[in-house]
């Protein structure tokens, strides 16, 4: 939308709901008398009322012409602004205006006030209004009688749960977030192979109920999980009850109040809850991915809703996930791991490194089931009291790791189908070796986990011997390696 | 200041639409591709189909993806389709 135009000569912007405004009437009849002066009011259609003014209605003059403060002078000639003075200065004013002696009962100077265009509550409608259309999704207009929660779950865009309307200006308002254009295409999402827009995850963002200063992680996490090494079409098909968890770091996640402490797996922290969300949302609405449909999930779990949480960088003995992935130290960043729901280990009474590993591995070893190996990876969380029992005994993370893969080597003939009583198992040969497949024969002793498929991360409140095991999905290249990024702003 | 507009959330794709393919009157001298996802024992399955069908007059053609986790490749699903009339695909637990 083009700029209003303004007339030659002396343009003053002004609004009855400013005192300085009103201080200044008779100088305004002074000008009036002495130039060519063009009034508009922001508010009162008949302020000052002598002289006239032209009602800025739709404030669409003062938006244009970036009315920060009233009043506001400017001198236009050949209908550009050749310099403006805001508030009440009088040697300002005879300046620019070069009428002489002007308000001479008045004080010297006056601050202005804010100008109704940069009213918080109104600059988002004003920005979808006058903004010109850079938004290229389609309009849904909403009837007089029609609920627009109610329409867009009719629509099947929610999960569940209530969403809220993506209007423009809330849309823009969420572009705000990022430094990066609405159009720019931030990944292809599967199922469907849609290009999905930096202005379709805003929508999908406003849907979630995020913050504009959450926007950068959303879309980082788009993009982390669309692509073939996630594969974020089998994660939204297998049968299993896993979503895409989102590990944050950084300084920024205290910026944006992303809860790393108590209850940090779990609800009541704005931004841990509906980033998550807004990824799956975007999975849900642009790619088409939705349950029943692409989505097989035998039981599914409440954490596809949303499972993102902050790591407790600043606290942590071992470091973050991210930095561990390769991160550097400060950087915000994200790792999104094809997960379920939490699962809680209890040890209270552990106390050395050596006990408190062989609680973690008989968990470990357990995860999905104790006798299928190697197939998933594992992200363990740890909160400060157990990680304390490590951190005391002087193990880092790559110690933690390493005595914990030595506790979790089984031997073959304890995982074979049928071993225990159990027909769940691996296929072995007649001489009791893993069966490879396209091998006749193999190890005797098996790891529960790939060498990196063992993974830390660090959260939780500063009460529970406890861990949160978050049990993964088909990994590798057969189903989803877990994606590390830094957040781009 | 109308706040009943609202931004349409969807990727607005135009499906396209193809009509199915009419079902074969017989196999008898089709060739039938068996697409085995990689599921464990999905093979169990399929190779008493590729029996029945064989008995039937059909020529089998077996087929393979990667992974059962990730879609079929691009070209297998070419292939399957350029050699066959007809496919079975198998899931299998």
């Known amino acids: 939308m083009s700029a209003p135009t303004l007339p030659d000569g002396l343009v003053v912007v002004v609004k009855r709901d400013c005192e300085t405004c009103q201080t200044v009437v008779p100088v305004l009849r002074q000008l009036a008398g002495a130039a060519a002066v063009t009034i508009y009011t922001q508010d009162d259609p008949d302020f000052p009322g002598e002289p006239s003014a032209i009602h800025d209605a739709d404030l669409a003059v003062s938006w244009h012409h970036d009315i920060e403060t009233v009043p506001t002078v400017i001198k236009v000639a050949d209908g550009a602004e050749v310099e403006r003075t805001v508030g009440w200065h009088r040697d300002e004013w005879e300046r620019l205006t070069g009428v002489a002696e002007l308000g001479p009962d008045l004080p010297a100077m006056r601050p202005g006030c804010g100008s109704k265009s940069v009213d918080p509550d109104l600059v988002d409608e004003l920005r979808a209004r006058h903004g010109g259309s850079v938004l290229r999704s389609r309009r849904i207009d909403v009837a007089d009688a029609e609920d627009e929660i109610e329409l867009m779950f009719n629509r099947g865009w929610t999960d569940g749960l209530p969403v809220i309307p993506p209007t423009e200006a809330r849309v823009l308002a969420m572009l705000e977030g990022t430094s990066r254009a609405p159009d720019e295409i931030v990944a292809t999402v599967p199922p469907d192979l849609v290009d999905v827009t930096v202005e379709k995850v805003a929508i999908a963002a406003v849907m979630a109920g995020c913050k504009p200063e959450y926007l950068p992680w959303v879309l980082t996490s788009v993009e982390a999980v669309c692509n073939d090494e996630f594969n974020m079409h089998g994660l939204l098909a297998t049968t299993m009850p896993v979503g895409p968890v989102i590990v944050c770091s950084g300084p920024g996640t205290r910026k944006i109040g992303m809860n790393s402490g108590i209850n940090a797996l779990g609800q009541g922290n704005r931004a841990n809850s509906t980033i998550g969300r807004a990824l799956q949302l975007v999975v849900r609405n642009v790619g088409g991915g939705r349950p029943g449909e692409v989505d097989r999930a035998t039981h599914g779990s409440t954490a596809k809703l949303s499972f993102c949480f902050a790591e407790d960088d600043e606290s942590s003995p071992y470091g973050t996930l991210a930095g561990a992935r390769g991160v550097e130290p400060g950087v915000d960043a994200l790792t999104v791991f094809a997960g379920e729901a939490p699962h809680c280990i209890v040890d209270q009474l552990s106390r050395t490194p050596e006990s408190l590993a062989n609680t973690l591995a008989h968990q470990l070893q357990a995860m999905h089931h104790h006798k299928l190996i190697l197939a998933f990876d594992a992200i363990l969380v740890m909160g400060p009291e157990h990680a304390r029992v490590f951190a005391d005994a002087g193990w880092d993370r790559d110690r933690i790791l390493f005595e914990l893969h030595m506790r979790l080597t089984t031997p073959v003939d304890q995982l074979a189908r049928g071993a225990g009583g159990i027909e769940e198992g691996i296929p072995t040969s007649s001489a009791g070796a893993f069966l490879a497949p396209d091998t006749s024969a193999g190890p005797t002793a098996l790891p529960k986990f790939r060498p990196d498929g063992l993974m830390l991360a660090y959260a939780g409140g500063g009460a529970g011997l406890f861990s949160a095991l978050i049990a993964g999905w088909v990994n590798g290249e057969m189903g989803s390696r877990p994606v590390t990024r830094a957040v781009r702003y | ?93």
């Open chain 2, 1 to 93: 200041m109308s706040t009943r507009t609202i931004l349409d959330p969807t990727g607005e794709r135009t499906v396209a639409e193809r009509a199915r393919l009419a079902r074969p009157a017989s196999l008898d001298g089709l060739t039938v591709g068996l697409l085995d996802i990689s599921k464990p024992r999905g093979d169990v399955f399929l190779d008493r189909l590729e029996e029945r069908l064989t008995e039937v007059g059909a020529s089998v053609k077996r087929y393979r993806k990667p992974t059962f986790a990730k879609p079929a490749p691009v070209d297998l699903r070419h292939e399957i389709a350029t050699e066959c009339q007809v496919v079975i695909e198998a899931l299998a637990d």
